[in-house]
């Protein structure tokens, strides 16, 4: 029915036109703060410090006038000119057209690098486990060059997929040997720009210490800077990423769902998104605390939430000094389940990805390229969780992911993480004093 629905609408649109929406082609509305404790700083608290972008001398062709409409079906390989893929949205400048996708990681372990910075300003982030059921991001800047990004983490073996899916650049603070070897011997290695490679200074990579923050996380990136090093190296060309579709009409048949909470199996990374039907977002709690971005003090959101299941598996071949094991390799390629939440509604379906070619595809069926699932344009995030079942289908559920209609009260829950978050600081306070007495 939904592959039926979708080729009536592309023949209708070719009888009458291209249909608009009446939707702006910008990002840059942002959500109603949260009334609920956050572990949000006072920015005022935190200097943020503002990098000026200066344009590469090379000559660019010049933009046409910024639509100020979307086109109602795009991609998932043809876009209409001057749309960036990663979001179905005119690119909002000439800079942001001409420039790479870059793919900044950033921490998310341990609970004091929250809030970070510059997350509300990625077009796409995923989400992944790191280790012992931690989480770390991958966010994918285009649209928006925030300044300030971080704390910035390093490599791993899932960003040597998501490089080539993107054609990025790769902005992470250093990495195990193995992947280091590997970026050094792939194509794209002037592409990895990293303190691990180069010395660089301010603004590109800045280190900001603070009281209670272990060395490892007080590196933070800047956007401008780094795509200013990758216009003096000549690797910041504009490439395209094509894969996704975008609608701003939901599919039909979507399912109610309003909480989606994820599970990674580690008290310090127990991920909720909910439903805000108000600005039509996906608001985010982490750890039981509304999870904000350090650069506005706003709670973290998405227009879309894309939940893909993948194989994790363990490579002996591969030693993790960071953590002194074997390292965690997230298998994005072939095919599996994925579920889409845009507009309070659930859709399922599968991700699909050939690993010579091309960047993860969300479809309806399997095999039927055409049959696409439409995400809303705009943000996205795309939790990958992990794969047990080699013949789930989406009759059944999805290991560690709970969906509701129904909105769960987080206020009692960030109260309680507040009160015991202090009561342990207050202990470790004590332990300290009573050794150094």
């Not at 040997?177 to 301010?202: G, M």
């Not at 709670?299 to 939940?307: A, E, F, P, S």
């Not at 994005?332 to 389940?337: F, K, L, P, Q, V």
């Not at 595809?361 to 390229?369: D, P, S």
């Amino acid at each position: 029915m939904r592959r039926n629905v979708a080729l009536l609408l592309v023949i209708v649109a070719g009888v009458i036109g291209i249909v608009f929406s009446s939707g702006s082609a910008t990002t840059s509305a942002q959500g109603n703060p949260t009334p609920f404790p956050t572990n949000t700083h006072d920015p005022a608290d935190m200097p943020l410090r503002t990098a000026t972008f200066t344009p590469s001398a090379t000559p660019t062709d010049t933009l046409s006038p910024t639509p100020t409409i979307t086109p109602t079906l795009i991609g998932p390989f043809e876009y209409p000119e001057n749309f960036n893929p990663l979001t179905g949205l005119a690119y909002p400048s000439e800079e942001a057209r001409n420039r790479r996708n870059l793919i900044v990681k950033i921490s998310n372990y341990p609970p004091v690098v929250r809030p970070q910075y510059g997350l509300n300003s990625a077009d796409i982030v995923y989400e992944y486990e790191a280790e012992g059921g931690v989480t770390r991001f991958a966010a994918i800047f285009r649209s928006q060059s925030p300044g300030r990004v971080g704390s910035i983490r390093s490599a791993r073996l899932i960003d040597l997929e998501l490089v080539d899916m993107y054609q990025s650049l790769l902005a992470y603070s250093g990495s195990n040997d193995w992947v280091r070897e590997y970026i050094l011997d792939s194509d794209w290695r002037w592409r990895a720009i990293t303190p691990h490679f180069n010395n660089y200074e301010c603004p590109t990579y800045c280190r900001y210490p603070e009281d209670g923050k272990a060395f490892e996380h007080t590196l933070f990136a800047d956007t401008d800077g780094i795509w200013e090093e990758a216009d003096r190296i000549d690797v910041n060309q504009g490439m395209q990423a094509v894969g996704l579709a975008f609608n701003e009409t939901p599919d039909p048949d979507g399912e109610t769902a309003n909480d989606i909470f994820i599970d990674f199996y580690h008290p310090d990374a127990e991920v909720r998104w909910q439903y805000d039907s108000a600005t039509g977002r996906y608001l985010r709690w982490d750890g039981g605390l509304a999870h904000a971005d350090a650069a506005t003090g706003e709670q973290i959101w998405t227009d879309n939430l894309v939940v893909i299941e993948v194989w994790h598996t363990p490579r002996p071949d591969v030693y993790e000094s960071e953590i002194g094991g074997i390292a965690l390799e997230h298998q994005i390629w072939g095919y599996a389940r994925a579920w889409v939440f845009r507009d309070g509604q659930w859709f399922k379906g599968y991700w699909f990805r050939n690993r010579d070619y091309g960047s993860l595809q969300l479809r309806y069926a399997i095999w039927e390229g055409e049959n696409v699932m439409h995400l809303k344009p705009g943000r996205t995030w795309i939790e990958v969780v992990r794969k047990f079942d080699p013949y789930a289908t989406n009759e059944t559920g999805m290991y560690s992911v709970l969906v509701s209609d129904e909105v769960v009260d987080m206020a009692p829950t960030s109260t309680a993480v507040v009160e015991a978050t202090s009561t342990r600081a207050a202990a470790q306070t004590a332990t300290a004093e009573s050794y150094n007495n």
